[in-house]
Nanobody
């Protein structure tokens, strides 16, 4: 089982940048694909980005392509989400999730097995 702790959220003006980090522990990090999801009150959790266990495959929600970049450092047991050109509609609680390696990289919340508690990102207009 893996545990994750997110950090790096905060308040930023539209057009600004933030880098989220998700530090994992408790299990071999490279055994997991990793994803970032976000959620706003009253809405379903939505997929943002995902990266395969070795980092060779990534996937993104269409609305963040070209603005967000997911990466991972298996030596540091950490996955990152670099967010540039932020928009007010990016405001949400961002959570990282771990998916057991062995299946195709998932883009649905139900594909993932372990979740962090999330970090708030607020983008002001």
């Amino acid at each position: 089982q893996v545990q994750q702790v997110e950090s790096g959220g905060g308040l930023v003006q539209a057009g600004g940048s933030l880098r989220l980090s998700c530090a994992a522990s408790g299990s071999t990090f490279s055994n997991y694909h990793m994803g970032w999801f976000r959620q706003t009150p009253g809405k379903e959790r939505e997929f943002v980005a995902a990266i395969s266990w070795g980092g060779g495959v990534t996937d993104y929600k269409d609305s963040v392509k070209g603005r967000f970049t997911i990466s991972r450092d298996n030596a540091k047991n950490t996955v990152y989400l670099q967010m540039n050109s932020l928009k007010p509609e990016d405001t949400a609680v961002y959570s990282c999730a771990a998916m057991i390696r062995g299946s195709r990289l998932g883009v649905r919340a139900r594909d993932y097995h372990y979740w962090g508690q999330g970090t708030q990102v607020t983008v002001s207009s």
